[in-house]
């Protein structure tokens, strides 16, 4: 079993940064992949970033050059530094742990932290 608290979202001006945290409880956080993801009022959900128990990353076209995503396994958590915010980025954010076999129902989620970036 894992429990996921995202923190670290809030109002931000275009331009400007923030990074967002997510405290993982079980010792299985380490061994499964990881990730971002956000929804947009009326949008769907769409993965941001996600990143192995090995630390091979891969990024959403949209957060290439301005997101990254990083774990720190003895803290069980998971980062996400977002840098040039622009408006478009607002949502609330998601923190994902995948199933082992990456069974999307199996998946684990936190209860998301909102990030809006005003212009």
């Known amino acids: 079993q894992v429990q996921l608290v995202e923190s670290g979202g809030g109002l931000v001006q275009s331009g400007g940064s923030l990074r967002l945290s997510c405290a993982a409880s079980?010792?299985?956080?380490?061994?499964?992949?990881s990730g971002w993801y956000r929804q947009a009022p009326g949008k769907q959900r769409e993965l941001v970033a996600r990143?192995?128990?090995?630390?091979?990353?891969n990024y959403a076209d949209s957060a290439k050059g301005r997101f990254t995503i990083s774990r720190d396994n003895a803290k069980n958590t998971m980062y996400l530094q977002m840098n040039s915010l622009k408006p478009e980025d607002t949502a609330v954010y998601y923190c994902?742990?995948?199933?082992?076999?990456?069974?999307?129902?199996?998946?684990?989620w936190g209860q998301g932290t909102q990030v809006t970036v005003s212009s």
């Open positions: 994902n742990a995948e199933d082992f076999w990456n069974r999307p129902e199996y998946a684990y």
């Open positions: 079980g010792s299985s956080f380490r061994s499964r992949a």
């Open positions: 990143i192995t128990p090995g630390g091979f990353t």
